[in-house]
């Protein structure tokens, strides 16, 4: 390969590798931040506030505009399954990359 060729193609690689790292860096840091608040959610799907409140809506004593995805429980449901399927996710890259290194 000529080596202007392969030095171009080098530095698209640089560019793109830092530019993903720092995308990833910044979600990573706000996935993390935000996991405080996960764990709020959780704890209301659990508790017995999510009940009386899905009660309400079942009664339709709650404003028809309300978004009230939250007592849905498959969209909880697959929320709390994409949150843990992310972290393996995460570990297993972390672990490919730390394995060739």
């Not at 910044?26 to 659990?46: I, P, T, V």
């Not at 969209?75 to 399954?81: I, S």
């Given at each position: 390969?000529?080596?202007?060729?392969?030095?171009?193609?080098?530095?698209?690689?640089?560019?793109?590798?830092?530019?993903?790292?720092e995308?990833?860096?910044?979600?990573?840091?706000?996935?993390?931040?935000?996991?405080?608040?996960?764990?709020?959610?959780?704890?209301?799907?659990?508790?017995?506030?999510?009940?009386?409140?899905?009660?309400?809506y079942?009664?339709?004593?709650?404003?028809?505009?309300?978004?009230?995805?939250?007592?849905?429980?498959?969209?909880?449901?697959?929320?709390?399954?994409?949150?843990f399927?992310?972290?393996?996710?995460?570990?297993?890259?972390?672990?490919?990359?730390?394995?060739?290194?």
């Amino acid at each position: 390969m000529d080596p202007v060729k392969r030095i171009s193609e080098m530095e698209k690689i640089l560019r793109d590798h830092n530019e993903l790292i720092e995308n990833l860096r910044d979600s990573l840091e706000r996935f993390g931040a935000h996991q405080d608040e996960y764990r709020k959610l959780r704890d209301y799907y659990n508790s017995e506030t999510y009940f009386d409140d899905l009660e309400s809506y079942d009664k339709g004593e709650l404003p028809e505009n309300l978004l009230c995805g939250v007592l849905s429980e498959d969209a909880v449901y697959n929320l709390f399954c994409e949150n843990f399927n992310i972290s393996i996710d995460l570990l297993e890259v972390a672990t490919e990359i730390l394995k060739n290194h």
